[in-house]
């Protein structure tokens, strides 16, 4: 399985600028893993407005489940991209990512 | 939580026809308000051109009395003819039975025959599985009840037969689960035997149902409960009692049958035939799977028209639903000057209660209004009917690029299965889902919502309103049922953003049309793709059998890949050679949901068969450069392949670039899996806008994108996408043939 290096702050500078389009291989590869996690505690957004704000919840153990909210509210979906990002890179490094 | 929500008895209808409405106030009010309003535009975005409607004076706006309607979801057959069940002389059920959500910890009803007159606790009997998955048997007398099982789960997805009996000399009550194919370490029966401390009593007008039972004491409505998820083969229930250790199959025993029914028989009805003799006729409710394979399916014949004797299982489910059932609140007498479109009755409560209901409006029979018919991709909104497919998949994220978003109508169906399911979903037992339903609210095939499917084709009809194009509006419903007449007096017809889903009538109806010298413009992608099935016997519902091709959400089981509705192979128009490619010049090939990008003039643009196309565009221009997904071309892609069909006089025009990673080979493109499957490395994964023109003058125009409507509104409509479009209709509309 492919293993995040947790030196590659360059990777999350990339995600950080662009979140959403081509991204580099190596950033690829990262965004592959986070974003295959398991069904149970995917991270999902919720939106109760038309247009935002988004708040952040976890998925149950199965789809009938109820979600969990995070706690976290975004008014837009790169605010939300990065801060997921931030998190799953500190569960699967086991270091938090020193950019904000 | 949505406070109101309603639908109509049909997607479409004619000046004169009449349209009934169905609401339910969610949210608890007590009235609401309706207004019909005629859609010119859905996308409410901060860079949309908004939400456009035209008021509708009619009979039926104003207010109503509302309530919530019940729902009673879950397939089940239910009996119509009152059994008499003499418990004083004993009684034996049995059927066979594959599980395939044992452990849902809830009782499931195989075979029920109960006293529904009685409230309260249960009178009468039931064969399923108790709590714990295993094989069961409840008796009661309407006072008390007793539950008696076999103490061993079902092995889920594996065939067992289930009986009970019941002698009432000693009062003694047997149920076995005996497996039809042993696993290691099972016994070859499980039983549980217990002498009942109470007397059951006869019944004289008892219900029969098979993969549910009913809630008794209810005499304005039905509601069904306790229901089986998985398949049910060869139920009987005889008089007396019989060793149920010496029950070989269900459909035999020594003793008087009191009902037998054989799944087997009349694949596509709706009603069940009784076997016995004894007229224990059964209608099936709420659509379960029929054509499944059975327990002595042996991989003899994966098409159940040969061998249906290999097909006597029905797959129920517990989220399967045909018709809501509501009460209609009013109906609508369309006047019969109503100008063809799309049109929608705005339903509003006084505390914020919105909903949007929309439905399509032909021109008379036989009539044609306008030049150009916009076709609305009706069974493609069926299709995707209520999905819940993004967020029950966890791979979902990754194939999209994005984070999962769930908005209230998302919030909303994943609280509440009881408004079924799509053909995108899974049940809840995991098998793929086969049918859908216009007999519901459909919440998302409304304005307002994301830019997809019908949201996304009000783009065109918006686009169409701007330039001051006169339209009809046609449907894939009315395709299907008249043909070619539907569409032959049009000069051109336009297919919308997504046209995914189509029958045989319809295909046939636009090879017929192209041979004559119709002209087409495709402005979507992904079109053409998949073949569903209808039947008479359901008429609000469309089927969908998917196989071992295609980008899909999951995949039937083998020997279960033909439409129980016709007999007709399932799964891709290509597999059948009848590729999108050899109608449309383009064919699906990627997909990505991240963002959109644009266009680059080819070669072929410059061929004087397409100078009327690229009136007023530079050659060095990106084409779509711009929009609402801030590209026109995004979503999913066509492309043109010669070999699937494209014809070999086709001008490739342009092709799409710049796509992300995210977006990958369709697998029915790879024969193996290879690196290099994303739009980055792979020069397959693009769209491309085609142009060719047909015999009889016709000729057809496609831009292989579901993003390309997404830009016509940019700038005022002034930009290139837009002009681009408007070049090929003008031309279109001219009645001089392409030569």
């Known amino acids: 399985m492919f293993e995040i290096d947790s030196s590659r702050l360059d990777l999350a500078q990339e995600f950080k600028r662009k979140p959403f389009g081509r991204h580099s291989a190596d950033l690829q590869r990262i965004l592959n893993r986070m974003r295959s996690e398991p069904f149970e505690g995917h991270y999902v957004l919720l939106r109760d407005g038309r247009f935002g704000p988004w708040k952040l919840a976890q998925l149950g153990r199965r789809p009938q489940d109820p979600m969990t909210l995070t706690g976290h509210i975004f008014d837009d979906r790169h605010q939300a991209e990065w801060a997921v990002f931030k998190l799953r890179w500190q569960r699967l490094t086991g270091q938090e990512l020193p950019l904000d | ?739």
């Not at chain 2, 109503?338 to 021109?363: N, Q, W």
């Not at chain 2, 409507?709 to 001089?736: I, K, M, W």
């Open chain 2, 1 to 739: 939580m949505l406070k109101i929500v309603g639908y109509t008895d049909r997607p479409s209808a004619r000046p004169g026809e009449q349209l009934d409405f169905k609401v339910s106030c969610e949210g608890g009010a007590n009235s609401f308000d309706s207004r019909i309003v005629r859609l010119i535009c859905g996308d409410d975005g901060p860079i949309s051109p908004g939400y456009k409607v035209v008021p509708v004076e009619a009979k039926v706006n104003g207010s109503y009395p509302g309530r919530q309607q019940k729902i009673d979801v879950g397939s089940y057959l239910l009996t119509q003819q009152p059994v008499t069940l003499h418990a004083s002389a004993g009684f034996t059920l049995a059927a066979i039975v594959q599980g395939h959500w044992v452990d849902k910890e809830a009782p499931q009803v195989v075979l029920a025959c109960h006293d529904l007159g009685h409230v309260g606790s249960v009178r009468g009997v039931a064969l399923g599985l108790d709590r714990s998955g295993a094989g069961a048997v409840t008796v009661g007398d309407g006072r008390g009840q007793i539950t008696l099982g076999t103490g061993r789960p079902l092995l889920p997805k594996h065939w067992y037969l289930l009986a009970a009996s019941y002698d009432a000399n000693d009062r003694r009550l047997t149920v076995i689960q005996r497996p039809l194919d042993r696993q290691f370490g099972e016994p070859e029966i499980s039983e549980g035997s217990a002498v009942i401390p109470f007397n059951l009593p006869d019944m004289t007008a008892a219900t029969l149902t098979i993969g549910a039972s009913l809630l008794p004491g209810l005499s304005d409505r039905r509601q069904s409960q306790h229901h089986f998820d998985g398949k049910i083969e060869a139920p009987a229930i005889y008089a007396g009692y019989l060793d149920p250790t010496k029950i070989n199959h269900p459909s035999w025993a020594p003793i008087p049958c009191i009902a037998r029914w054989d799944f087997s028989r009349d694949i596509a009805a709706k009603i069940v035939k009784d076997q016995s003799g004894n007229g224990h006729d059964g209608e099936l409710i709420n659509l379960p799977n029929r054509a499944v394979t059975g327990a002595n399916w042996h991989s003899e014949t994966t098409n159940w028209r040969e061998r249906p004797d290999l097909y006597g299982a029905i797959h129920f489910h517990s989220d399967d639903l045909y018709d809501m059932g509501w009460a209609t609140d009013f109906t609508w007498e369309l006047p019969n000057d109503l100008a063809s479109g799309i049109y929608a009755c705005e339903l509003t409560t006084k505390d914020g209660g919105e909903d949007i209901l929309p439905f399509f409006v032909l021109p008379p029979k036989g009539k044609v209004t306008a030049s150009v018919a916009f076709l609305a991709s009706t069974y493609t909104y069926l299709a995707y009917a209520n999905s819940h497919h993004g967020y029950e998949d966890a791979l979902s994220e990754v194939c999209y690029g994005a984070l999962l978003e769930l908005g209230p109508t998302e919030q909303f169906l994943k609280d509440r299965r009881d408004f079924g399911v799509s053909l995108y979903d899974r049940h809840r037992d995991g098998s793929g889902s086969c049918y859908s339903s216009w007999l519901r609210p459909i919440l998302n095939t409304r304005p307002k919502r994301t830019i997809w499917n019908f949201n996304a084709d009000l783009h065109i009809t918006d686009w169409l309103q701007a330039i001051g194009q006169p339209y009809d509006i046609i449907t894939d419903d009315r395709i299907h049922a008249e043909g070619v007449e539907l569409l032959q007096n049009y000069r051109c017809v336009i297919a919308g953003t997504h046209p995914e889903y189509h029958s045989t009538a319809m295909l046939d109806a636009f090879e017929r049309y192209q041979k004559d010298g119709g002209r087409l413009i495709y402005l979507g992608g992904n079109g053409f793709y998949w073949r569903i099935a209808t039947n008479p016997a359901w008429p609000a519902a469309i089927e969908l059998r998917r196989g071992e091709a295609g980008t899909r959400c999951y995949e039937l089981p083998p020997g279960e890949r033909y439409h129980a509705f016709t007999g007709e192979f399932g799964g891709l128009w290509r597999s059948q050679g009848r590729a999108p490619q050899k109608m449309l010049g383009v064919g699906f090939v990627t997909e990505g949901f991240d963002a959109s990008s644009y266009y680059l003039r080819l070669a072929d643009s410059f061929d004087p068969r397409a100078a009327f196309i690229f009136d007023g565009i530079g050659p060095d221009d990106r084409i779509g450069d711009f929009g609402i997904l801030g590209g026109a071309a995004g979503l999913e892609l066509d492309a043109s392949d010669p070999e699937l069909g494209t014809p070999a006089h086709a001008l490739i025009l342009a092709s799409s670039v710049e796509h992300s990673n995210v977006f990958l080979l369709t697998p029915e493109e790879m024969l193996a899996g290879f690196p290099g499957l994303d739009a980055i490395e792979n020069a397959k994964c693009r769209a491309e806008l085609v142009f060719f023109e047909t015999p009889s003058g016709g000729a057809v125009f496609s831009t292989g994108s579901i993003g390309w409507a997404s830009s016509l509104s940019h700038n005022g409509y002034d930009n290139n996408v837009s002009r681009l479009t408007l070049n090929v209709l003008r031309r279109f509309l001219d009645p001089e043939p392409f030569a």
